[in-house]
């Protein structure tokens, strides 16, 4: 069973999630302090981590998550209201699976938890991938390791892929590269883009996050790609 540590100073909204958690089949500890969050993690075998930013104790949620980076590399989220820039540039020295601002939604609060379990139980082959993309640049055929797309977006008859930092331009339809992808891990978000799976960071209300790239998500995709998500 998983079992999940939050670490939230707010009663109300840590009955919430335990509530949530435990509602949908997760093992819930819960504190509102750094010390006993690492008595806790010390004694047991934790798949997640949420906590807030700002809780009791003179160590706050960034640097305990330093802290548990140091023990494991388990999935970490973060669920607070503060999002000044100061924050959130101590928090991207964390690198965690997503940060989900209050307040938050049960639905995508646990779309964020589903993903980050997944992305983390998910096999990383030892052997390169046989299949190639082939994709254009300039007057030269470039191979591409699908693992290395981040997203695909239309381009009116056209489709750029985004690669490696990298752009280039298809000559058919957004369509037809959703056929050509097959069975790989993509998924379509909107009628402009289809987004890498693995490259997803954070799903928060209307939108899709791939590290700092800011993905919309439509009505029309939206239950397909969250369903497909619970079925992982």
């Known amino acids: 069973m998983t079992r999940i540590l939050v670490v ?29 969050a690492l008595e806790l993690i010390a004694k047991n075998d934790y798949q997640l981590f ?9 160590t706050d949620g960034v640097d305990l998550a330093r802290q548990i980076r140091k023990r494991n590399d388990r ?20 690198k965690p699976e997503a940060y989900i601002v209050k307040p938050f939604e ?4 646990i779309a964020n938890i589903e993903l980050a379990l997944y992305r983390h139980k998910r096999p990383v082959s030892s052997s390169p991938s046989l299949d190639k993309i082939f994709v254009k640049d ?24 985004v690669a490696n930092s990298k752009t280039y331009l298809l000559s058919h339809p ?6 050509n992808l097959g069975k790989l891990p993509f998924a379509r978000v909107h009628k402009s883009f289809i987004v890498n799976l693995t490259k997803v ?19 029309t995709y939206r239950q397909p790609f969250m369903s497909a998500l619970t079925i992982l």
């Open 8 to 36: 939230e100073d707010e009663a109300i909204i840590a009955a919430d999630l335990n509530m949530i958690l435990t509602k949908r089949g997760y093992t819930c500890d819960q504190t509102d302090n750094a010390i006993e």
């Open 50 to 58: 949420l906590m807030d930013i700002f809780i009791s104790g003179d």
């Open 201 to 219: 960071t954070s799903i928060q209300e209307g939108f899709v996050f791939l590290g700092t790239e800011k993905i919309p998500l439509g009505r």
């Open 174 to 179: 957004i369509k037809k590269v959703e056929e």
């Open 138 to 161: 300039q007057s030269e055929l470039v191979a591409l390791d699908p693992t290395d797309i981040t997203y695909v977006e239309a381009d009116d008859n056209y489709a750029r892929v």
């Open 106 to 109: 049960e639905r995508n609060l």
């Open 75 to 94: 999935p970490l989220l973060f669920l607070t209201s503060y999002y000044d820039n100061q924050t959130l540039d101590r928090v991207k020295e964390i």
